[in-house]
């Protein structure tokens, strides 16, 4: 079964703070992506990861920034929280081989 | 970015029903994702389709890549409680690595 953990289910930060997410992956994949999830706006990707030390921007990066110093590992990092960042975030990992993505249980962050 | 469209958006059935969504693009696409969310949970895989015209089944879960590659199809059968959640697709298209997501369709079974 595939694993993918993430540090938090739920947080509650306020404006400001510097937040971390931390997405975990026990198989070896090369690629993982963060998104954000939001009603009336699906999913929507901030940022990828293809390798160790490597990141693309995807549609939303502003905000946000990302580090991926060990290839089972990649955090998305929040520079000063603010409220139009409260927000479901979702780590996805994906086989550098195949499409398929497999998504972490979710972090839902609340900014106040 | 751009966004798949599914319909229905939502739906309310009964329990044993069979039900039927699907998704549309613009765009052709290379491979066909449908995932579902249960409530505060993230999406879980169900079945992926490589190729147009694949016709794929996962349990009571029956799903096919349209043969225009700009369309997929999602069917449950006999459907239960604990079907209820949203659908959501994704599909690939070219030599990227990122999906493009639907808008998903919500599904409400009643006993």
């Known amino acids: 079964d595939v694993k993918v953990t993430q540090s938090s289910r739920y947080l509650v930060k306020r404006t400001g703070e510097k937040v971390f997410l931390e997405c975990v992956q026990d198989?070896?994949?090369?690629?993982m992506f963060w998104y954000r999830q939001d009603p009336g706006l699906g999913l929507r990707l901030i940022y990828f990861?293809?390798?160790?030390?490597?990141?693309e921007k995807g549609d939303i990066p502003e905000g946000y920034s990302v580090s991926r110093e060990k290839k089972e590992r990649f955090s998305l990092i929040l520079e000063s929280a603010s409220t139009n960042q409260t927000s479901m975030y979702l780590c996805?990992?994906?086989?550098?081989?195949?499409?398929?993505?497999?998504f972490g249980p979710g972090t839902r962050l609340t900014v106040t | 970015g751009q966004q798949l469209n599914q319909s229905p958006q939502s739906m309310f059935i009964q329990e044993g029903e069979d039900v039927s969504m699907n998704c549309t693009s613009s765009?052709?696409?290379?491979?066909w994702l449908w995932y579902k969310q249960d409530p505060g949970e993230g999406p879980v895989l169900l079945i992926a389709?490589?190729?147009?015209?694949e016709l794929t089944s996962n349990g009571r879960l029956t799903a096919q890549f349209g043969i225009t590659r700009k369309d997929s199809f999602l069917n449950i059968s006999a459907s239960i409680p604990s079907d209820v959640g949203i659908y959501f697709c994704?599909?690939?298209?070219?030599?990227?690595?990122?999906?493009?997501f639907g808008t998903g369709t919500r599904l409400q079974v009643t006993l």
């Open positions: 996805a990992i994906q086989s550098g081989s195949r499409y398929e993505q497999y």
């Open positions: 198989m070896d994949h090369e690629n």
């Open positions: 990861s293809y390798d160790v030390k490597m990141k």
């Open positions: 765009s052709i696409f290379n491979t």
């Open positions: 389709l490589y190729k147009a015209g």
């Open positions: 994704a599909g690939q298209s070219g030599t990227a690595s990122k999906l493009t």
